[in-house]
């Protein structure tokens, strides 16, 4: 099994909308998982870099946009296969830390992941979705369009500096 990676998301909302990257399924060949779903912009953080930084770098990189990292909103841990089954995680396991973000320049963009070649990128599309119809698009982690709605983060999103973590595991 590889290294547990650590990443990092951003999660902006502006004017009624939250902005989300249309990704390729990590696991196309899993008929339980779509072919594509809309997550949060972000990535692995690279060996000496800040959290801050590499949030930075992922969002430039992904969408073209700089932006302002504030508080820690969640943590996510994904082991793929799912816990309890047969070699979990031995696919994938990543630890994620879910940053309140506020855009602060740039031009968007849907940009590309560096690791991949043109042929093989995994980025679709760049989008601010509304808030009011977030149950029209397969989001991941599942627990994200409720998490944005019922944390209130959508009517305030400048009310979330003193936010405390919460937690999800694989099944959420």
């Known amino acids: 099994m ?4 650590l990443r990092v998301s951003a999660l902006c909302i502006r004017d009624g909308h939250v902005l989300l990257i249309e990704h390729k399924s990590f696991a196309p060949e899993d008929p339980k998982l779509p072919q594509s779903y809309w997550i949060l912009p972000g990535g692995v953080v690279e060996r000496g870099e800040t959290l801050d930084e590499a949030l930075t770098r992922e969002m430039m990189e992904e969408t073209g946009l700089q932006c302002r990292v504030g508080s820690l909103l969640f943590i996510k841990e994904l082991l793929y296969p799912g816990p309890g089954g ?12 879910g940053f309140f ?11 590309k992941d560096p690791e991949y070649p ?13 808030l009011a119809d977030l149950d029209r698009y397969d989001l991941y982690p599942p627990f994200l369009a409720d998490y944005i709605l019922s944390q209130h983060l959508a009517q305030q999103p400048e009310g979330v500096q003193n936010a405390v973590p919460e937690f999800f595991n694989s099944a959420q």
């Not at 047969?86 to 830390?97: D, K, R, T």
């Open 118 to 130: 043109d042929d093989q990128q995994v980025i679709l599309k760049v989008s601010w979705l509304p």
């Open 2 to 5: 590889s290294q547990v990676r």
């Open 86 to 97: 047969a070699q979990q995680g031995s696919i994938h396991h990543s630890v994620s830390l």
């Open 101 to 111: 973000c506020t855009v602060t320049g740039g031009e968007m963009i849907t940009g």
